[in-house]
């Protein structure tokens, strides 16, 4: 039998790939789980082309299951800012009237009613356009609970934040939280929050944006972030309700081997070098779509990583250009200690980008060096292989701290490490083979993300916690269809 479709959600993803994968997975659970919506993904440039991320767009469209499904892409034609490097709020607010345009199209094309606007947390401004088209609107939230428990908090202090703390001065000033089980280090605080160039009430100001909201999906699950999500719901202050939607992610099939440059395995050359591997014998060093470092702390990975003796895959990037975005390395042995290579050839591998899930996935890898986007979190989790904590920018510390101190899910490298501040940037040698050795040894760390890997798969399934919260979230949907 087949259920036609009733209401088309519009929605509104970040352009990057840490927010426009998780997304789009989001759109392909609402729709398998309710025949009755489709979903249109507006999709809007970022300040420049990204490979990875035009790629992974190319590959959306040309994707026809999931127009079978019911979703479906517009493009949203990119504008030009007339500066170099606008902020990303100022960059998506330019969009508000191609994103209303587009929407007034969709209305008028018919047939199906637009049902509402979901978008992304850095997308909040298209709530303006859903307001004045008499539309309700929902936001995902790509991060997690800590993140977002952190917006209502400092917002709802009502001080300016950046000049209340200093993080380069006061680093260890504490901050009580409710939701955290432990005093919160300023230093551990979102670089946006704290910057002084007038950016940090802007950014805190998104918490109003999500208080319009009528309803905010955030991609974890009670299982991780049950004490952060129950404070929420606790708190005077008033917030739309929350659904805790995830762990929501862009997963490789069991037969996705990469591509196949070997026609006899149908594997790629790194999933052929970890299938050589003893199992979780490899530690996995990756940071996230943006995460490089300068030439000299790339050399004291390699120094620390070849002292711990460990077998190791590790995905190195340039430091990025007028662009923003991080290069692969033409010839990584100009930045590596000198024989870095022949000494290490038996025991590892440097790669560029990384097929970070698919590497996740493979049983030879023992622990994952991670910059805790939320994303990688959540994979490491999905995965059951431990993270070694070492963030680098945007909320990545705060994700640390919750990581390390709050759950005990990870182990620590450095999680104070923060290159928007600038503070404690070197990290020695000899921290990185403590960190790797600990990581891979770490016996409690190990068997809580285990457990916590059977708990967050679960949380999906029919009946668990996530899988009844995306069922709430399409009932509201349906009752707030305008
Ligand atoms: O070599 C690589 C690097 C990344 N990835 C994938 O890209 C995604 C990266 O996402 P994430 O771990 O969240 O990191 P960022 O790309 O840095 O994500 C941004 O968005 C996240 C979600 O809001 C935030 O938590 C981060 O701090 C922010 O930097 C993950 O799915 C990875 O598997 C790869 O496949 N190969």
Known sequence: MTISKTANLVLIPAPGMGHLAPAIELAKHLVARDPRLSITVLLIKGFVPEETVESYILSLKSNSSLLNQGIGFIDI???DLNSARPSFLTHMNAYQPKVKEAIEGLRSAGPLP?????VDM???STIDVATELGLPSYVFFTSGAGLLRLFFHLHGLGVDVAQEYDVVRSPDTLLE???FRNPVPVKVLPGRFLSKDGQSSTFLRLADKFRQAKGILVNTCMEIDRDLIQSMSQQDIEIPPIYPVGPILNLPTEDDHGHDDDESSGKDPITRWLDDQPPRSVVFLCFGSRGTFNDTQIKEIAVGLERSGQRFLWS????PGETGVPLELD???KVLPEGFFERTAEKGRVIGWAPQARVLAHKAVGAFVSHCGWNSTLESFWYGVPIAAWPIYAEQQLNAFVLVKELGLATEIRIDYCQDFGINMVVKAEEVEDG?????????VKKKVKEMCDKARK?????GSSYESIGRFIEVVFKNLP
């Open 114 to 118: 637009v049902a509402g606007l979901l």
């Open 177 to 179: 939280i409710p939701g």
């Open 122 to 124: 850095f997308c909040t």
């Open 316 to 319: 190195l990037r340039q430091r």
């Open 331 to 333: 010839d990584p042995s």
């Open 436 to 444: 790797i050795n600990k990581a891979m040894k770490e016996t409690e």
């Open 459 to 463: 949380a999906l399934e029919e009946g």
């Open 77 to 79: 034609p990119q504008i």
